[in-house]
Each structure stands twice: as structure tokens, then as C-alpha cells.
């Protein structure tokens, strides 16, 4: 059965603290892997991982992609209020669908 | 977990006519569930939020008349792509909320 699963469920960080995100799959046909902020209602696309050890950075957010080991991280660096919201991992299973983690729910204080 | 489904995985049609997509959440009452459509760069649109026994709610710049949703149950909610074209072929996904929101699978449409 194909499964994405994320940890920790739930994380509280202050502010300028680093967090890691973590994200590991079982499924049949890899294509992709997404990570995706979702602060109201619509997710935000952040990353698409393809390739082992390539990692990808924007600002403060990187992530990385171990196909080996089938995990990916999502790292945040200097952490600030703006950055609280569920973090959703999901796996493209070869263009036949979708599988989503359960979220990281990150909130940051001041 | 929490567990969404949705029917078809996968549909091809031709322009013109109508398809309709289920979201089902198979171990929970949802009263409320999200539509979602993605576009290219993996980027997710909420198209709507479909209240259990109510109209939905449209996000701005989506045709409520072409894109029909009914949410019948607490388990069910369909959206209906009334005479397809081209330009929506695309991948349809639902989301049922709970404690959090649980994705389906989604839906690959095309329409020829």
C-alpha cells in the first residue's frame, strides 16, 4: 500500500530557531516528491525533489531527497511567526496519483 | 489514518461532454471538503470549499456554473466538469477536512 509518512506531527519552535521536517514514502512508481506550506486553504508549492542529493534552497527553506533510503527533509533556517502552517509532503506516484502525508503542524512563537 | 478517495483515478473524454469526479472520506464524516486543481508547476488552486447540505463556495475567477459541486453526505462530495474543453484537462484533487485537511489521491482529466 502506498504511504507517505511525515514527522514530527506537530512541532513549536521561537523564533530563529532551525527546524527539520521529515518525510518518508513506500510507493510503487516514484516520479516525484512535493513539498507544499499550507497556511489558509490552498497549499503552496514550495519544492519538487526528483533527483537523490540534489538539494534544493529558496530563502531560509531547503530540502533534500535520499531515493535511497526513500526520505526527504525540508529544512528552515532562522525561523520567523510567518513560517507557521502545516508542511505537506506528497509523492507523484508516476502520474497515476497523488499520496499525501498527514502534515507537519510548525508553529513559531516570538 | 484518516482515509479520502476519489473516483476515477483517471478519465479521458471528449470535448463537450460532462464528467463528474467523486471524493469520498472512507473512515470519517467530513462537513466540510476542498476542490483543488493543478497547474503545471505543481502548484495547487483552491477552486472551492463544499459544505455538507449547503452551496458551495466558489474562489474567485472560478465558474460555478461549469464547475458544478455537490456535497450530499457527510462521505461524499462530486464535482461535476460540465462541457469539457481542452483547457481543463488537468488534475483534479480533493481534500476532506477532519482535525486537518486528508488529500485524495486526485483525478487526471483530459479532454479531447
Known amino acids: 500500500e502506498d504511504k507517505v509518512v511525515q514527522s514530527p506531527l506537530s512541532l513549536v519552535v521561537h523564533e530563529g530557531d532551525t527546524v527539520t521536517l521529515n518525510c518518508s514514502y513506500e510507493?510503487?512508481?516514484?516520479?516525484?516528491l512535493l513539498w507544499y506550506k499550507q497556511e489558509k486553504k490552498a497549499p503552496t508549492f514550495l519544492f519538487m525533489l526528483?533527483?537523490?542529493?540534489i538539494e534544493k534552497k529558496s530563502g531560509r527553506l531547503s530540502s533534500i531527497l535520499d531515493k535511497k533510503e526513500l526520505f526527504s527533509i525540508l529544512n528552515i533556517t532562522a525561523t520567523q511567526t510567518g513560517d507557521s502552517a502545516v508542511y505537506l509532503c506528497?509523492?507523484?506516484?508516476?502520474?497515476?496519483?497523488?499520496?499525501f502525508g498527514p502534515g507537519t503542524r510548525l508553529s513559531v512563537l516570538p | 489514518g484518516a482515509v479520502v478517495s476519489q473516483h476515477p483515478s483517471r478519465v479521458i473524454c471528449k470535448s463537450g461532454t460532462s464528467v463528474k469526479i467523486e471524493c469520498r472520506s472512507l473512515?470519517?464524516?467530513?462537513?466540510?471538503m476542498f476542490w483543488y486543481r493543478q497547474f503545471p508547476k505543481k502548484s495547487l488552486m483552491l477552486m472551492a470549499t463544499?459544505?455538507?447540505?449547503?452551496?458551495?463556495?466558489?474562489e474567485q475567477g472560478v465558474e460555478k456554473d461549469k464547475f458544478l459541486i455537490n456535497h450530499a453526505s457527510l462521505t461524499l462530495s462530486t464535482l461535476t466538469v460540465t462541457s469539457a474543453h481542452p483547457e481543463d484537462s488537468s488534475f483534479y484533487i480533493c481534500?476532506?477536512?477532519?482535525?486537518?485537511?486528508?488529500f485524495g489521491p486526485g483525478t487526471r482529466l483530459t479532454v479531447l
Open positions: 481534500s476532506a477536512a477532519w482535525d486537518t485537511q486528508y
Open positions: 510507493v510503487t512508481n516514484f516520479r516525484s
Open positions: 526528483t533527483s537523490s542529493g
Open positions: 506528497a509523492v507523484d506516484n508516476y502520474g497515476q496519483n497523488f499520496v
Open positions: 473512515d470519517f464524516q467530513a462537513t466540510t
Open positions: 463544499s459544505n455538507e447540505g449547503s452551496k458551495a463556495t466558489y
